[in-house]
């Protein structure tokens, strides 16, 4: 813990960390120790690691890295938390992250940007963590941390673990628990472990999962010591690689590091087949429909009244002019983008004309894995990301739909609420990390992890 806290004060240029908890660390720390002493050490005990600004923590500031949640302090903790201290784990303070985790660069955050801690080459230039667990993913790569929380609604614990050479994993919809996590697309949010490896992200998963009443889409289901399981046998599995996933332009680097990947599953006993998912394509549109549906009633909470910013208001202001004010001061331009496009889609002209018509087209994507899954196909490899981390501004500046491209591997997992890693598994020629992943079946993270470790 000693160890991470002034490696953290003296990486502030990161931006990773966007509230520090030293004292709360130390004290964490000490107890463990006690606990050690005791002949009580659970699997985490003493060991330090980065909570996302998304979770919320009790009596410590957690804003979604959002100005309108300024001064919010939660009078509770978030389940997943509350599992992970319970396990012995320290918390060394809050991560950084796009705003509302809105974002694949960790630029919309109020706090401005975490960065990558790797280059290209001996160039100078920063690059992007990824987003929106950027924060999270800069930590645990420039070894702030021993592990970090992220979230991932579409890409957001595997993207920024793809760019920054950590193991990201988002575990089946209804594994961990989303009490106590600020929301934004309910329906797709999953809380997951950011580790150094397959290992640890085992580890943490163990800690992380599990039933909660407080959350009635949580699953009642026996969470395994998933580190137990950890083989790397993948003989007589059947690894699919859908095609539809080879895209036009898609770089040579990326297209290599996945032949690569089959080969090494290849060479371990694994079965590799060609499959199909044939509405991958209209994936990203899906997703860009209802994450901002759910997103638009979800944020419709901060309202000025019962959390964080309130706009100053002149004389005369009434509730709406407070409403507005308060709602343009605290919310970034790509939240407002978000709420807007939301309320489009879910107002009464075109609810069936956009919502509706996206839920049954996520229904379709869902099916292309239930068929694949049902033809033997154990688990599916593809690239992480299109690239690899790109500069920093490099895509802001672009129209936003650039940005979207970015979760084109990503998103369909989250929408047929399926397990997914991304392992870091090599580099592109400047010598910047690259990840595959890999898609499971429903509730197999055990088999997940396990194939995750053979492609290590
Ligand atoms: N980049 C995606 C988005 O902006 C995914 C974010 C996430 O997974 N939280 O919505």
Redesign the pocket.
């Known amino acids: 813990t000693e160890a991470c806290l002034s490696a953290i004060d003296g990486a502030d240029a990161l931006g990773a960390f966007v509230h520090k908890t030293p004292d709360r660390a130390r004290e964490m720390a000490a107890a463990a120790d006690e606990r050690l002493k005791a002949g009580d050490a659970p699997d985490l005990c003493g060991i330090p690691l980065g909570i996302k600004d998304l979770f919320c923590t009790k009596g410590v500031a957690s804003q979604a890295a959002s100005r309108i949640l300024e001064g919010f302090s939660p009078e509770y903790e978030s389940t997943v938390t509350t599992q992970l201290f319970a396990a012995g784990a320290v918390m060394l303070g809050k991560l950084n ?2 705003e ?5 660069s960790n630029e ?1 955050s109020t706090y401005g940007n975490a960065v990558n801690p790797w280059r290209r080459g001996n160039d100078t230039a920063q690059l992007t963590p990824g ?3 950027g924060g999270s993913a800069a930590a645990v790569a420039a070894d702030l941390c021993l592990g970090a929380t992220g ?7 595997r ?1 920024p673990a793809a760019f920054t050479g950590i193991t990201g994993l ?1 575990p089946t919809y209804g594994r961990c628990s989303r009490w106590g996590i600020i929301a ?2 309910s329906s ?2 999953q809380a997951g472990p950011m580790a150094k490896d397959v290992r640890d992200a085992a580890i943490l998963l163990s800690a992380m999962a599990g039933h909660d009443p407080k959350d009635s889409t949580s699953a009642d289901l026996p969470v395994p010591d998933f580190e137990s399981m950890l083989t790397g046998d993948v003989r007589g599995k059947t690894i699919g690689i859908p095609r539809e996933y080879r895209m036009d332009g898609m770089p040579d680097e990326i297209e290599s590091l996945w032949a690569e990947g089959r080969k090494m599953l290849e060479d371990a006993g694994a079965t590799i087949v060609d499959i199909s998912l044939p509405h991958t394509k209209y994936a990203l549109p899906t ?2 429909v209802i ?2 549906a759910e ?1 638009s009633s979800n944020l419709a909470r901060y309202d000025g009244v019962r959390y964080g910013h309130r706009a100053k208001l002149a004389q005369g202001d009434g509730i709406v002019d407070m409403y507005e004010k308060t709602r343009a001061e605290g919310f970034g331009p ?1 939240v407002q983008r ?1 709420v807007m496009v939301g309320t489009y889609v879910l107002s009464a002209g075109f609810y069936d004309a956009y919502y509706n018509r996206a839920r049954k087209v996520r229904t379709l994507i869902k099916k292309d894995f239930e068929d694949v899954f049902e033809q033997g196909v154990d688990a599916i490899l593809t690239p992480a990301t299109p690239s690899a981390a790109f500069g920093l501004g490099e895509m802001a500046e672009a129209d936003p739909v650039q ?2 491209l ?2 084109i591997f ?2 369909t997992v ?1 929408l047929a609420g399926l397990p997914g890693i991304s392992v870091p598994t090599g580099q592109d020629r400047t010598g910047l990390p690259l990840g595959l992943q890999l898609i499971g079946k429903p509730w197999e993270e055990a088999e997940l992890l396990n194939t995750a470790y053979a492609l290590e």
């Not at 509302?100 to 694949?104: D, H, K, N, Q, R």
């Not at 979230?151 to 614990?157: F, P, V």
Request: charged share 20%; proline share 3%; net charge negative.
């Open positions: 992250m796009d509302f985790a809105m974002g694949s919309t987003g929106s667990s979230t991932d609604t579409g890409g957001s614990i993207q988002k934004f697309a797709l949010d997703y860009y994450a901002p997103a790509e978000r940005m979207y970015n979760d990503t998103v989250n």
